[in-house]
T-cell receptor, first 116, second 111 residues
Framework: ETGVTQSPTHLIKTRGQQVTLRCSSQSGHNTVSWYQQALGQGPQFIFQYYREEENGRGNFPPRFSGLQFPNYSSELNVNALELDDSALYLC???????????????FGPGTRLTVL | QKEVEQDPGPLSVPEGAIVSLNCTYSNSAFQYFMWYRQYSRKGPELLMYTYSSGNKEDGRFTAQVDKSSKYISLFIRDSQPSDSATYLCAMETGNTGKLIFGQGTTLQVKP
């Protein structure tokens, strides 16, 4: 177990609705990244938060937004849901090192979102 | 063209076989190379992590990186039915936190 939890496990929404997905990082980890994994594909980077600030974004529109809180929890919000937003949403926590380099990301189990 | 290419399989092997999984990539700036294992309906689990070129061994798993050919491999020795999963390669240039994943290869090890 990575110590990273996500809720809910599954979610069904209709097109046009808004959704909030939640993640609880490993204790002490100051960085959370969110990924979208479509069926049969590898995860795609949405964005990363470091100490409650957005710290890099992938090729996703502004209707995808996030928040990171001081208590190691974070949220992914998606507005105006589209059918193509149906996917497994993964969060990954890591501890960003001061010296740079690669910070190992530990993934949660994901939230499966279905948009009808 | 995708930055990271990975054959989706599926790959089916008998128990005890040596498995070879591979990825190619186009971005020469990648410095960090990872292999994740993902069981059905679970999140990816880090298996191996390699910096730059070379080999790394951990139990039955060996990761190889050839930066000159932009090619990475994961070898699984004495494969077990419990190794049946999807294997994802991932890469990063460094300091970005942005992992670029391959499509994943589905492996089935038959008893």
């Amino acid at each position: 177990e990575t110590g990273v939890t996500q809720s809910p496990t599954h979610l069904i929404k209709t097109r046009g609705q808004q959704v909030t997905l939640r993640c609880s990082s490993q204790s002490g980890h100051n960085t959370v990244s969110w990924y979208q994994q479509a069926l049969g594909q590898g995860p795609q980077f949405i964005f990363q938060y470091y100490r409650e600030e957005e710290n890099g974004r992938g090729n996703f529109p502004p209707r995808f937004s996030g928040l990171q809180f001081p208590n190691y929890s974070s949220e992914l919000n998606v507005n105006a849901l589209e059918l193509d937003d149906s996917a497994l949403y993964l969060c990954a926590s890591s501890l960003a090192g001061l010296a740079g380099g690669q910070d190992t990301q530990y993934f949660g189990p994901g939230t499966r979102l279905t948009v009808l | 063209q995708k930055e990271v290419e990975q054959d989706p399989g599926p790959l089916s092997v008998p128990e005890g076989a040596i498995v070879s999984l591979n990825c190619t990539y186009s971005n020469s700036a990648f410095q960090y190379f990872m292999w994740y294992r993902q069981y059905s309906r679970k999140g990816p689990e880090l298996l191996m992590y390699t910096y730059s070129s070379g080999n790394k061994e951990d139990g039955r798993f060996t990761a190889q990186v050839d930066k000159s050919s932009k090619y990475i491999s994961l070898f699984i020795r004495d494969s077990q039915p419990s190794d049946s999963a999807t294997y994802l390669c991932a890469m990063e240039t460094g300091n970005t936190g942005k992992l670029i994943f391959g499509q994943g290869t589905t492996l089935q090890v038959k008893p």
